[in-house]
């Protein structure tokens, strides 16, 4: 999630505000209302981290369940080849940037 809220969480932990629709009520006597340039930068910030973790997302989706995993180690031998092969093919189909 990166929008409006999730910048302004990023920007200014623990403070006080009211958002409705986009309009922005600042409530907080402690912290200073960043700017709307200051929250534009930091969703576009959030925006990039979350789509450089886009191959992360995709190796959990394809990766054996931990109960396969758990299995596979109790079980040893080919069980256990067999499951180190598939992670091999999953890190390769979804490579780190």
């Known amino acids: ?3 409006k809220v999730a910048a302004l ?4 932990p623990a403070a006080q505000w009211v958002l ?4 922005l009520e600042w ?3 402690e912290q200073t209302q ?3 340039a200051a929250i534009a930068a930091k969703i576009v910030e959030l925006q990039a981290a979350h789509d450089a973790a886009a191959y992360a997302r995709s190796r959990q ?3 054996p369940s931990i109960q ?3 299995h596979a180690l109790m079980d040893g031998g080919d069980t256990l080849t067999d499951l180190q092969a598939l992670r ?3 890190k390769a189909a979804n490579p780190k940037p």
């Open 1 to 3: 999630m990166t929008d």
């Open 9 to 12: 969480q990023a920007l200014t």
């Open 20 to 23: 409705r629709g986009d309009d």
């Open 27 to 29: 409530l907080d006597t």
């Open 34 to 36: 960043p700017t709307d």
């Open 61 to 63: 989706e394809a990766y």
């Open 68 to 70: 396969d995993c758990i």
């Open 88 to 90: 091999t093919a999953v």
